[in-house]
């Protein structure tokens, strides 16, 4: 059962953690992103000459008088950027049983996120996908809404259900979109969703949780099977090893190429490896902006 | 029980120990471990060998043993030791017509056999008793051929070796009149095998089996050169056992072989006797054979035997195989026919061949000849000295019969079968291919 005690240390990980818009939000609701729009708020930018049609309140009336002519302020305008994370709890997110690694890291980093947001007051919301039935929390500001979040992670991974109509859902709700996910069920879904949504201007974080024994799989094991598809059955010999390591590192770097291509930024995770809010801060920290943020 | 090859059995062991040992070995596919990524692992089959804690299949691995020891065992040729005696006994019994009294044979030897002690019962020919021997000689019958000792002591000598296992030592006894009839030039040789003394029971002979009278009443003409030759060689007379009619036999001449021990000798002197035909050609093969005697002259060979006559012995032959004189039993007599022309002249009658031929004409045929009883020195080389023979001593049997190979070999056969329908209904098999479900396993104890 998840509670507030559970993601305590993730809270407390995250305080004073900003996860900044990698570009000038389009929203008019006061927040803390700049904000294309250019108004007469406290926050100065520029002058602008005087023309017809402007607010005469706008006016700076002590320019005028040192100078003669008509100016009038601006400010910078800042927004709020709805975000909206999209967590993936099929079978093959519990893996290693029975710890769950990746499922635990997935929903800890889902929602210090969510924390991360909402403290710099952005609306904040969660989209679970399960079997059981995709629980979704909508983007809201409120503090109850990371109960909400809390919640809606407390389950258990199964199943293979797709996590493409369960982001599309979220699109249409945010301008910024976190995918948390594996990428091991309808990644060529995903990816074209994905650039869908960069191509309408929001902001999309792409997730990728791998683990440990994903990348170095325990060579005492030596028959492997599908958690989502249990008839996939394979021998782990230590030639199909290399092969393994190779085909699996290949596809990780084509993964990365093509989110990156499609304007998103993508960040492999390997729970375990570093702390949550060293993982936080490589998740939410600018770098040069959407696309070019390093995985591991 | 003991075996005769106990290497085989070894083997078997050795074999049965194997297949226990291969049993902790199986091969089996591992228990699968979840991995999400798998998708990435290239196909193949797998299959890992690992030591069981406790054996796999415990029903196919005890049939396998089974079939490993009785194969073993069956090679090995087992034959069951029964508890061993002081002195096992092979009586020989005479029942030829030499006994004179059958019921002292029977008492002889009944006195003589006990439990598991064999019984040889001996005429021309031999037969072993080796159950119910004691009861077997109760119902011992006399026989009406030669008595021969040479067979009985070689299948005493087999019985024997068959013995040599339950005792320690082993008697031979002899119940026999021992008449010289009965001992050939090989009986002493034979007798020279037997490791130890033989002991002797004489009973008594038959009063028919004492020799007949010899020489020959010839009844032909004066004139008869038949008759001359004998008289030449010292056998005629009036009164003996043997008669030559050198005419046409009468019915009283019938009776009078068939009514006593007597032979008819039926010698015409011209023409042949019944049973006979003329030869489409006639020849002269230049000699004829009776016994030990042959006499070579150019002799007119006139008649050959009809096919349709059968006779008991042949008793001379020409020199080309063809029978000359033949033997046939009457009552309990004989009738000789002899089919061999005497030349009217010439000298062959005073020749000593033709009378050496004569005389073994005349002899009395086999069936109701007699002869003298054996005398004591050859007596005494047959009982031998010193102690019984060593059970050790006896030389083992070339074969030693086996009766439970067969029933072994059956049985593992069975069971090979057996283990085919146990193997195939609790051990389906694999196929390896790693997308599949199936978590069965095959042991690699498969032969």
Known sequence: MSSLATFAPVLDAVRGIGWPALRRVRSAVPGPHVSRVRGTTAEFVEYRPYRQGDEPRKIDWKLVARTDRVYIRLSQERAVLPTVLVLDASASMGFPAPANDKWEHARRIGIGLAEVARQK????????????????????????????????????????????????????????????TDFLGDADDLLALGRTFVASGGELHVIHVVDKGELEPDPRKLLLADPERPELRRPMSPPARAEYLRRFAAWRDALARDWRHAGAVYTMVVPNTESMRGTIRRLTTPSGGAGTRSGR | MTFLAPVFFYIGLGVAAGAVAL??????????????????????????????????????????????????????????????????????????????????????????????DVLVAFDSAARTVRSGAADSAARLTRTEREGRLSPALIAALRAAAAMRDEADSIELAIVSPLRASEVDASTQAIRALWPGRVRVVRVATGADTLPPRAGLAIHGAADDPLAFAAAAAGIATSDSAVRVVRGTASAADSAWAAGGRRTLVRWPAAGAPSGWVARATVDTVGAVIAGEAALVFPLERRWALDTATHPTRVVARWVD???????????????????????????????????RFVRAIGTPCEGVAGGPALDEARVSALAGSGPLAASGAVRPPDVTATPLVPWLLGAALALVLVELLVRRGSAPLWSGASDDARSARDTGAAA
Do not use: K, N, Y
């Open chain 1, 121 to 180: 007051g952005d609306p904040v919301g969660l989209t679970v996908v399960h079997p059981g039935g995709t629980r979704t929390v909508p983007p809201r500001t409120r503090r109850t809404v990371l109960e909400e979040m809390m919640h809606a992670v407390d389950v258990e991974p199964a199943g293979a259900e797709p996590l493409a109509p369960g982001m599309r859902e979220a699109m249409r709700r945010c301008a910024r979109l976190a995918i948390i």
């Open chain 2, 321 to 355: 195989g063809q029978p000359a004189a033949i033997d046939r039993a009457v009552g309990e007599g004989c009738i000789r026919d002899v089919a061999i022309g005497l030349p009217a002249r010439g000298d062959l009658v005073l020749r000593p061949a033709f009378g």
């Open chain 2, 23 to 116: 049993h902790f070995i199986v091969t089996r596919q591992p228990a699968s471990s979840p991995l999400p990524t798998v998708r990435f692992v290239p196909t193949s089959s797998v299959r890992v060998t690992t030591v069981a804690p406790v054996p796999e299949d415990l029903l196919v691995l005890l049939v396998r043993v089974l079939i490993a020891l009785l194969l073993g065992a069956a090679f090995a040729r087992p034959v069951l030791t029964p508890d061993r005696r002081p002195v096992a006994r092979v009586v020989m019994a005479d029942v030829s017509r030499a006994v004179g009294s059958i019921a002292q044979v029977r008492d002889s030897a009944r006195a003589l056999l006990g439990p598991r």
